[in-house]
């Protein structure tokens, strides 16, 4: 295993603007998973896909974000006319349930910052 | 709903001493149980996990976990600190019998002094 990736590792961006992240799973993972965390807390929650189906958004997921897996590999989460208050670490997991294995490896993270 | 109160935001102990992190789940179902360790600027690593199986749950870096239900609690410890050990430890509860979601608590930063 290669580990789950995740690209930028970094990116700052001008309130207003748009930007995408890529997650790419663990090979063969069936589950993939955002969390956004922010400075002194857990990662929470944002959003889950089961191969390319996204069975499960948070309250915290705007109608300014939006993800998606198209074939049920790699994914992405995209914000739109980005604010300060997303300003945060966005970090993606991935696992493998349908051969009974639960727990989610996460990747780097890319840490946004929104000038 | 589940949730997850890690007691401690800041826990120091000395090189080759006992490590404690606690922590204490609220869950309406059985819960799956899992510790995770985060370096800066770094995803988080799985340290150890309970699906069920035995209550006493042992993980990498000597770390080990106990589930005990009556105290709603799922502490780790670590028998002797290494200074390798300094960081950002969080526990987290899934409530559903595939961990589709993880709840996470607002994390212990373990330091470790000379």
């Known amino acids: 295993d290669t580990g789950v990736s995740q690209n930028p590792r970094h990116k700052i961006t001008k309130r207003g603007q748009n930007v995408t992240f890529r997650c790419d799973p663990i090979s063969e993972h069936n589950r993939l998973y955002w969390y956004r965390q922010t400075l002194g807390q857990g990662p929470e929650f944002l959003t889950y896909?089961?191969?390319?189906?996204?069975?499960?958004k948070s309250r915290l997921l705007s109608d300014r974000f939006s993800a998606e897996r198209p074939k049920g590999s790699f994914s992405t989460l995209e914000i739109q006319r980005t604010e300060q208050g997303d300003s945060a670490m966005y970090l993606c997991?991935?696992?493998?349930?349908?051969?009974?294995?639960?727990?989610?490896?996460f990747g780097p993270g890319t840490r946004l910052t929104v000038t | 709903a589940q949730s997850v109160t890690q007691l401690g935001s800041h826990v120091s102990v000395s090189e080759g001493a006992l490590v404690l992190l606690r922590c204490n789940y609220s869950s309406s179902v059985p819960p799956y149980l899992f510790w995770y360790v985060q370096y800066p600027n770094q995803g988080l690593q799985l340290l150890l996990k309970?699906?069920?199986?035995?209550?006493l749950v042992k993980g990498i870096n000597g770390f080990e976990a106990e589930f005990k239900k009556s105290e709603t609690s799922f502490h780790l410890t670590k028998p002797s600190a290494h200074m390798s050990d300094a960081a950002e430890y969080f526990c987290a509860v899934s409530g559903d019998r595939t961990a589709s979601k993880l709840t996470f608590g607002t994390g212990t930063r373990l330091q470790v002094t000379l």
């Open positions: 309970y699906t069920s199986a035995a209550t």
């Open positions: 896909f089961q191969n390319e189906a996204q069975l499960e």
């Open positions: 997991a991935s696992s493998a349930t349908d051969r009974g294995a639960y727990e989610q490896y």
